[in-house]
């Protein structure tokens, strides 16, 4: 049974905990994958560290565990960055996504992110052609930018989620082009 998105952005959860700069990192791949882009000009579609820290201060993130540079943010906070950049591309303001955030579940705030990202979070494993033996081998499609995608046999030892993100990120990095990173 394929995993769902929910599934697979939970999945996320084990490179957790973060620094400021792995969380944004982590955050940026994802949006980048999936292509979020805030209509407003003034917003950044990948997050810093400085705008976590800010974000953080406005009451937009959860406070992280530690302070300064021993700071370490977890899966919730991933969930709470990502839902701020999805907003931000709906057109909302942060005042808006500050109230917003207020009332949300930690469960509901998951299934949306989920939602927005699934596409980027390489849903399920799509049909291959047959093998040689006539079976249709199934594939993990993972996408590295617009029009670009890689696509690994499950049954492949490069299929676990580790790799196929390191994968990705190898292409991104090799492309060097500013619209994939």
Do not use: C
Not at 68 to 82: D, E, F, I, K, V
């Amino acid at each position: 049974m394929a995993d769902t998105p929910v599934d697979l952005l939970r999945a996320h959860a084990r490179h957790a905990p973060w620094n400021a700069r792995g969380l944004a990192a982590h955050a940026t791949a994802l949006v980048d994958a999936a292509g979020v882009r805030p209509t407003n000009a003034s917003a950044r579609a990948a997050p810093s560290p400085r705008a976590i820290r800010f974000y953080v201060a406005s009451g937009l993130l959860d406070h992280p565990q530690g302070a300064g540079t021993s700071a370490t943010y977890g899966y919730r906070h991933l969930l709470q960055l990502l839902a701020i950049k999805i907003r931000q591309r709906e057109g909302a303001t942060l005042e808006i996504i500050k109230q917003e955030m207020r009332d949300v579940t930690g469960d509901a705030l998951e299934r949306r992110v989920a939602g927005s990202l699934a596409p980027a979070l390489a849903v399920g494993a799509d049909a291959a052609p047959p093998d040689a033996d006539g079976e249709a081998a199934p594939w993990h499609r993972v996408v590295v930018g617009d029009g670009i995608e890689l696509h690994v046999r499950t049954d492949s030892p490069a299929a676990d989620a580790d790799a196929l993100i390191a994968m990705r990120e190898a292409v991104r990095a090799a492309l060097g082009r500013e619209e994939f990173r």
